[in-house]
């Protein structure tokens, strides 16, 4: 147990190494592509452990590594967060597990211990599969070990010899499959509260949903009364494609021979649109049975409008080009402000084409967190369902600007042409997705929402693109320019 700040008290849970420098633990967060801190400064101010697997050896103790930022406002929850950083313990060193390397000590009970990132680690990942396992076993479906508790939902038995590997497209969070059978997602940034991810798959699970991976459990420990959830647990969807990675393929299919309209393309993504679009409803509907949902007065729609306007204000101060639209953009917000009720409801709340997977039984949507950039509590309340309606169409939108770019084709001699099948491609499948979504046409006061919502994202993304990317802010300035517009 590390206390880096003098006087703070420790999270419980057996220390079963102690003397962990916190410094070794910032040299590993900076190698990671999962910590969101890079680039500000910050300072590990604690570390601490909050159990061990049961089972060992290796020996695997669950660490929460706290990072206080020196921009963070007088230390309060913006400037400090936690992550997870579960460590596997060696007496000699691991050549296998070298580039999960954390660190070294000399402890007095231990001797000398080389410890690397779990999750690497096969041996190590096998204790959480078998202590899932086990929690299966008991009649409340929960194990609790040292801190911390597996729950399993009823109904699939997991394959105890299947090997863990780890996913390498990690991003914010690190998946872990085992073999065919099922992957475990571990939340790096963990926040005390239900997460969203864990909550909504348990409820689309136990309601049948065919649109979504099975839950099979998760992991989580207690700490002054209120749950850190740390991992899920779910089935893994074998036949799985990325549904963005689809789209780029079928723009590509189009690019191919310019001379060919979308809707005659052999790579044609509509059919698969729409079926997302009936996707969607259905998880909507789902969700809109098992959780809070309500209609706010008047009032909620003028917020929302301010709260829009507010951003595109705040937009337009690092984004010059957002002037001229500016007008618009209001007319379009106004019109929110002007809408009456507003329904709300447990929606997906970061929903784009790469949160897709199509099966060879048809779409299923992962990823259920919400806005990454969100605090959980306000991850976890009702919203309006056309946010993630927009979110699709703004992926819609992108990809077949992103294949141009990727190409190196958006300068060329065929500009014109190209641009004109990027619009066919997007504009048939926005279409297709929104028809199957809604049933038929959108009643005026939906495509007033959408259209907000809309430009909204896309007034983000012009953000996003001038700090990351500025050669390609035209994308969303594009979609920004055609807000209002006759
Ligand atoms: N149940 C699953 N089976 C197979 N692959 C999955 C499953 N769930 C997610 N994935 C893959 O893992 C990627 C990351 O999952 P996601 O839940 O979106 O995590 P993150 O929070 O890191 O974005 C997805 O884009 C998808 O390709
Ligand atoms: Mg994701």
């Known amino acids: 147990m590390v206390h880096a700040h003098p006087g703070r008290r420790s999270r419980g849970g057996t220390a079963a190494v102690s003397h962990l420098d916190p410094q070794v633990f910032a040299t590993y967060l900076e190698r990671t592509r999962w910590f969101g801190g890079k680039g500000r400064a910050y300072d590990v101010t604690d570390v601490s452990t909050i159990g061990t697997l049961p089972g060992e050896p290796p020996l695997v103790v669950v660490h929460l590594v706290e990072v206080t930022y020196a921009d963070g406002s007088d230390g309060g929850e913006a400037g400090v967060e936690l992550y997870q950083v579960p460590l596997a313990f060696y ?20 001797g000398w211990v080389h410890a690397y990132d779990a999750l690497h680690d096969r041996e190590a990942m096998a204790l959480w599969q078998r202590a899932f396992d086990d929690a299966a076993e008991s009649p409340d479906g929960t194990m609790s070990s040292d801190g911390l508790v597996f729950h399993r939902l009823p109904g699939h038995d997991l394959d105890l010899d299947a090997q863990s590997s780890l996913f390498s497209g990690e991003q914010s969070n690190s998946s872990v499959r085992y073999g065919e059978d099922a992957l475990m997602k571990v939340f790096r940034k963990v926040t005390p509260g239900r997460n969203p991810d864990i909550s909504v798959h348990e409820v689309l699970t136990e309601a049948g949903s065919t649109h979504v991976a099975h839950l099979y459990g998760w992991l989580e420990t207690v700490q002054d009364g209120e749950p850190v959830q740390l991992a899920m647990l779910q089935q893994f969807l074998r036949t799985a494609t990325d549904g963005w990675e689809l789209a780029l393929a079928s723009v590509r299919s189009l690019y191919a021979d310019l001379d060919v309209h979308a809707h005659d393309s052999g790579g044609d993504f509509a059919g698969e649109a729409s079926r997302l679009g009936e996707a969607l409803r259905e998880v909507h509907e789902t ?12 009032s909620a729609a003028r917020e929302l409008a301010d709260a829009m306007v507010g951003r595109l204000e705040a937009a337009a101060a690092v984004v010059p080009e957002l002037a001229e639209h500016t007008g618009r953009l209001r007319g379009a917000y106004d019109a929110v402000a002007g809408l009456g009720d507003l329904d709300v409801q447990q929606v997906h709340g970061d929903l784009h084409l790469g949160q897709t997977l199509r099966t060879s039984i048809g779409w299923k949507i992962v990823d259920f967190e919400g806005e990454p950039a969100k605090p959980l509590a306000e991850r976890q309340l009702p919203d309006s369902p056309w946010r993630d309606v927009a979110g699709m169409l703004r992926s819609f939108d992108y990809a077949p600007r992103v294949v141009q770019r990727s190409l190196g084709i958006e300068d060329g001699p065929d500009a014109e042409l190209l641009e004109q099948r990027a619009q066919e491609w997007a504009e048939r499948n926005k279409n297709h997705f929104l028809t199957a979504y809604a049933g038929g046409g959108l009643s005026a006061e939906q495509q007033t929402l ?9 007034v983000y993304e012009t953000v996003y693109e001038t700090r990351n990317r500025p050669s390609w802010v035209g994308i969303p300035l594009q979609a920004v320019a055609k807000i209002g517009a006759p």
């Open 287 to 298: 969700l809109h049975e098992h959780f809070p949902a309500e209609r706010r007065p008047a």
């Open 91 to 110: 007496e000699h060193p691991e050549q296998r597990l070298d580039h999960a390397f954390v660190g070294w000590w000399e402890d007095p009970d231990h």
């Open 450 to 458: 959408l259209d907000a919502y809309v430009a909204d994202k896309a």
